[in-house]
């Protein structure tokens, strides 16, 4: 054993000093005969360019092999102790743990159970909602009177506008008919008195608004908010989803907000302000605190938990991350104790008095108090009688919490559209705060204020006496605003557009990096971007698409709750937003791509490279673009937008049954596939073929391969096998087997290296999962049922938000058998089934790495057909989980799950962005997804996911029509088992929940299924007859050397905009800096993987930005906000020659970066 490690060892130094010599005496000659412009030697530069890349390119393949050699002789340690051979005082879980470089460092934010889990709350609430009297969710409030005594009671009155950006009507019509006249009249009315203040939330509208408004009163805007008269909170571009955003796009939500602010304005926030969101999640808390901001209000959290949190004056405390043991996360948090952030439920609990001190229902208006109790105008008559009225209301309120602080908002939804109402509320507050003012007596002071106002008095009043805030943890989801109407609908409402939206997420993340990387580029050859490569129309088109997918980020976007005629618009932006960022990606690869630069040319019209799918409007699936093929070769561009070393299996179509592909830097044959086109279940294209290839891919490489016709029969093809079907099959240059009888109900098997599955013939369904490098063997059967919704006369039925079934789901069936097709072949092999309402495939690849140690899942959904019905795809598994699970948030952090007996079934359903997974001592399945829905465990072994649903109705939360707007729908997935035997048993336990990640095999594979290769297609050979030019030549790009750690992500390296005197820059036109994001994430230590990881692991906290970027020079490397909002000193850009950087695991760090 020793013998062979040895041997492995010195294989693995000698390839790599091999490579490392070759590349010195390069440099060597290249130091003693430096290239001359007046000699000509500058003609070569090219070529030599390309030896010293190729030169590099070994000394990455040497790293990885390292790698991979040390991490097999790990694996091969790890398995020879479980088996007997450790020491005799060293068991198997610790020679486990030993091999996992930076395990413990992932654990060790694990350990103490400081502070409140909110699971554990669950535990304790009964969820009966007795009438609680005035405050009917809650309870009655008492006080002596003179609680006041020794401190007066201190409100905050916080005028506010929310403002959707697309809901009923669209961004533009809402811009148009109401917000631009709000913003017009907050100028107006706030400079008439300085004591008026106001809160803002939305820059989309803003900055509309901005662009619209002259210099003159731009002026007064800045005075307004450098006088503290308003303030921006949150400062997202718009107030985001929390449950169906993916951590990327709110991060770059608020991003793309707080770079405007910063521009602008020259502020940044510093309290976030979300009242409409449906559920909070405390991923959205680590970004708004890494981000600046040091204190958030919510409002939608379970009433159940209002009322307990309420009851225990905990409705304040410190919002802390499950994962972390210190108080770096922590976050002051607001919970609005009340139904609503409308007037009548916030200035106490009592809404049929704090509808009387709404001044815009005064009688005669457009609004009016449903309570029969309208507001009066106070006068000198009725000032004391109005005044004390409010009072109690303050005073109630002020007993659910621990200070004699107290936050009152003021508005609602598009409110203070008239001056009128500007008036009536400022005017009649301002006379109730004056009468409290001038009578000391009632020991309480009122002022209009804003958010930061509040937090600020909050801060030093506790600070003064001494309190601290109770540390909590958790998240607040599944949201039920009255009884058992639970918001676990818009989970999956829309899943079309969820899906479009992690599309376009990737597509962004990859035209940003590719384009950053042309930049460097550009800058390296010719020393500026300009002229000759389409810069500013290139970061023009990142900015508007960073926009509209911020926009959809909004929590009647995303989570597919906005009427038909505004989700069109939504889809409409990011389908144009889709086209343009895959110009930049054009642009961006040719440059990079070129072998002589010079031959560069821009023409928007007819790219040199084409995408391999075309998209044709905006509510249909995309579709794969032909390449016709011949003698010549055609070239093929994979551009893999990960970090991490890619085995991937690639496929196109072409025009021939034959083909052969060809990597065109060693010129070697690539093990391929010719598989049919299947254009009806049982009918194959006879003109069209798909091409699928096994492409090894470098990290953020553009590798190119070469395509050309081959000989008749010379290619690999698959074989297809029909079972239960009597229609006709129509694939020609394929052999199609049908066999009958026994044969045709014996169980499918398909199996790779990694994993072998079982299927029954009758359904094509999944039902057993065995790993052949361990034997652990799992039944894991897969079913498809519906849910319906509920039937009484007066109930509520399900809708966009709401999930309320008519009970269980029931097994979906269909009267004729379906159709199940096999396919086998030598790069992929999967079973289809082709059903009425869905076509279901489980597909394995055959392929090292991770893609071959999962099964593929894919649906094709379409129930247009149907009326008040949800489809779901339910894993049926022998996993003995007992009532957890686990669900992430915002493709960030794991949850626990529990299924709480007293709970209906439509609250057990909860948000999934990427992943789910069950475990038990001895396995752990997980279910990796590229789209976000909801997602349940409602029994043990069970794990489901709402595939689409399609209500007729309203569910009466103010949308006014159902969900019918269904499309022919794709979703994606990947199912993963996992050993756990003696790899340490189960999760550590923090306040009674235990905190899990995701293996660093799940985060690869998610990786890889959330940022899968980019294909483009190089120019087609010129005509034989005729003159035309030659065809440029193209070289692969590899700028790293080397995979990144396996648990370092590259979040994103996002180019910024040029500031004023940056080089006499254009406006719009990119900085010579550019934002770098980078994510440590946690993984999980129980699990081994089954094979050899060609990454490294994390052993420390700390990074050398210079390894890992190895083949790119960083300049200035300037440590900033997650929103880059921290100033550029002087001594922060004198920068050390070697960039080491600090990560904790589950951390995001930024950067700003400028490289040479």
């Not at 003693?32 to 000509?40: E, I, K, L, R, V």
């Not at 009851?311 to 996360?329: A, G, H, V």
């Not at 087609?1020 to 370092?1048: T, V």
Request: contains cysteine.
């Amino acid at each position: 054993m020793k013998g062979r490690s040895r041997a492995l060892a010195l294989l693995g130094g000698g390839v790599f000093c091999a490579a490392a010599l070759s590349l010195y005496r390069m440099l060597q000659l290249l130091q003693a005969t430096p290239p001359s412009p007046h000699t000509g030697q500058w003609e070569d530069w090219p070529r030599l360019q390309q030896k010293i890349d190729s030169l590099e390119r070994r000394l990455s393949d040497s790293n990885q092999l390292i790698a991979a050699v040390r991490d097999a002789l790990l694996h091969r340690k790890a398995s020879w102790k479980e088996r007997g051979g450790g020491g005799a005082n060293e068991s198997s879980t610790h020679g486990a743990a030993e091999t996992m470089q930076g395990c413990r460092l992932a654990e060790k934010n694990n350990d103490g159970p400081e502070g409140v889990q909110l699971l554990d709350v669950y535990d304790l609430l009964t969820f009966d909602n007795p009438d609680g009297g005035a405050w009917k969710q809650g309870f009655e409030i008492g006080y002596r009177g003179d609680e006041w005594a020794e401190l007066p009671l201190e409100v905050f009155i916080v005028p506010h506008s929310h403002n959707d950006p697309g809901w009923l009507k669209t961004f533009d019509d809402y811009y148009r008919d109401q917000t631009r006249h709000i913003l017009d009249n907050m100028v107006l009315k706030l400079t008439e008195d300085s004591r008026r203040k106001m809160i803002w939330a939305e820059i989309s509208y803003f900055s509309k608004w901005w662009d619209d408004i002259d210099e003159q009163k731009r002026e007064m805007v800045k005075r307004l908010v450098q006088s503290g008269q308003l303030e921006m909170v949150t400062g997202g571009w718009v107030m985001a989803d929390e449950a169906n955003s993916h951590y990327f796009s709110l991060l770059d939500q608020l991003m793309e907000g707080h770079q405007w602010l910063q521009r602008h304005l020259g502020v940044r926030p510093h309290s976030g302000w979300a009242v409409d969101p449906f559920g909070h999640s405390p991923s959205m808390a680590y970004l708004l605190k890494g981000a600046g901001l040091g204190a958030m209000l919510i409002q939608r959290v379970h009433y159940a938990v209002k009322k307990h949190f309420a009851q225990k004056q905990t409705l304040e405390f410190l919002w802390r991350q499950n994962w972390d043991s210190s108080p770096r996360s922590d976050i002051m948090c607001h919970m609005m104790p009340f139904y609503s952030y409308d007037v009548p439920h916030t200035c106490g609990p009592n809404p049929a008095v704090c509808c009387q001190f709404d001044f815009h229902r005064l009688p005669g208006g457009r609004v009016s108090c449903p309570w029969r109790l309208p507001p009066q105008p106070i006068t000198e008559q009725n000032i004391q009688e109005r005044a004390l009225l409010l009072l109690d209301q303050y005073r109630q309120k002020s007993r659910l919490f621990r200070s004699s602080i107290l936050l009152v908002p003021l508005g609602d939804d598009f409110r203070f559209v008239e001056s009128s109402e500007w008036d009536a509320q400022f005017q009649n507050y301002q006379k109730i705060f004056d009468f409290y003012n001038s009578h000391p007596e009632l020991r309480v002071k009122a002022r209009f204020g804003t958010l930061s106002d509040y937090f600020l008095s909050l801060q030093r009043r506790l600070d003064a006496e001494g309190e601290e805030l109770p540390v909590l943890r958790g998240d607040f989801f599944t949201y039920a605003d009255r009884d058992d109407h639970y918001w676990s609908g818009y989970f999956t409402s829309r899943p079309f557009y969820k899906r479009l939206d992690r599309v376009m997420e990737a597509t962004l993340r990859a035209s940003e990096i590719l384009y950053s990387l042309a930049l460097a580029e550009i800058r390296h050859f010719r020393g500026d971007a300009s002229g000759f490569f389409p810069a500013a129309d290139g970061f023009r088109q990142l900015v508007a698409a960073r926009r509209n997918l911020a926009l959809f980020q909004h929590h009647d976007a995303v989570t597919g709750t906005s009427r038909d005629r505004v989700v069109q618009d939504y889809g409409t932006r990011l389908f144009h937003s889709l086209l343009s960022l895959r110009q930049v990606l054009q642009s961006s690869a040719h440059w990079l791509l070129l072998l002589d630069k010079s031959q560069f040319h821009h023409d928007e019209a007819t790219p040199l490279l084409q995408m391999d799918d075309v998209q044709p409007v905006h509510d249909a699936l995309p579709r794969k673009t032909v390449m016709k093929i011949g003698a010549k070769p055609r070239s093929l561009i994979i551009f893999n937008p990960t970090e991490q070393l890619q085995s991937s299996v690639v496929s196109i179509f072409i025009d021939s049954p034959d083909a052969r592909v060809v990597d065109v830097e060693t010129n070697q044959p690539i093990l391929s596939q010719i598989s049919a086109v299947w254009e009806e279940p049982t009918r194959s294209s006879t003109e069209n073929f798909q091409l699928s290839f096994i492409a090894s891919l470098p990290p953020l490489s553009l590798v190119i391969y070469h395509v050309t016709r081959a000989s008749s029969g010379s290619a690999p093809r698959a074989e297809y096998t029909f079972l239960h079907s009597d229609s006709s099959v129509s694939a020609d240059h394929f052999r199609v087997l049908r066999p009958s009888g026994a044969e045709a109900d014996a169980p499918l098997s398909l199996k790779n290296k990694h994993v072998q599955i079982w299927s029954s013939p009758r359904s094509g369904f999944l039902q057993k999962l065995r790993l052949l490098s361990s034997g652990l063997q799992r039944q894991i059967q897969i079913h498809f049922l519906w849910y319906g919704t509920r039937t009484e006369a007066n109930r509520d039925k399900s809708g966009a938000y709401l999930f309320l079934p008519d009970g269980p789901a029931q097994p979906y069936s269909q009267a004729e058998p379906p159709l199940v097709r096999v396919t086998r072949g030598q790069v992929f092999s999967d079973i289809t089934s082709c059903y009425r309402h869905f076509t279901h495939t489980l597909r394995l690849y055959h392929v090292d790495g991770h893609a071959g140690s999962t099964v593929e899942l894919s649906n094709m959904v379409d129930i247009r057909s149907e009326v008040n019905r949800e489809l779901v795809m339910r894993l049926v598994s022998d996993i003995a989980n007992g009532n957890r699970f686990y669900s992430d948030l915002n493709g960030f952090q794991m949850q626990q799950r529990r299924i709480v007996g007293n709970l209906p079934l439509q609250a057990l359903f909860f948000p999934c962005s990427s992943s789910s997974f069950l475990q038990d001592s001895e396995s752990r399945l997980t279910l990796l997804t590229a789209q976000s829905q909801a997602a349940a465990a409602l029994q043990p072994g069970h794990l489901e996911v709402v595939l689409d649903r399609r209500l007729n109705q309203d569910d009466n939360r103010g949308l006014g029509q159902g969900v019918t707007d269904n499309k022919l729908t794709a979703s994606f997935y990947r199912l993963l088992l996992e050993d756990r035997r003696g790899r340490g048993g189960l999760a550590e336990e923090v306040g009674g929940a235990s905190v899990a990640h995701l293996s660093l095999l799940a985060h690869l594979s998610s990786l890889a299924l959330c940022h899968p290769p980019i294909i483009l297609h190089g120019p087609a050979p010129s005509p034989p007859s005729g003159p035309a030019p030659p065809l440029p030549k193209l070289r692969p790009f590899q700028p790293l050397r080397a995979s990144f750690p396996c648990d370092l992500h590259l979040l994103n390296l996002r180019s910024m905009e040029g500031e004023v005197g940056e080089k006499l820059l254009e406006a719009g036109s990119p900085s010579q800096e550019a934002a770098l994001l980078l994510h440590r994430k946690g993984f999980d230590c129980s699990t081994a993987p089954p094979i050899p990881l060609t990454c490294t692991r994390s052993a420390h906290e700390d990074f050398n930005l210079d390894e890992v970027f190895a083949s790119l020079h960083f300049i200035v490397v300037h440590p900033t906000s997650l929103t880059l909002l921290d100033d550029k000193s002087e001594s922060a850009r004198q920068q050390p020659q070697r960039h080491i950087i600090s990560l904790r695991p589950m951390e995001i760090s930024a950067f700003r970066v400028e490289i040479g």
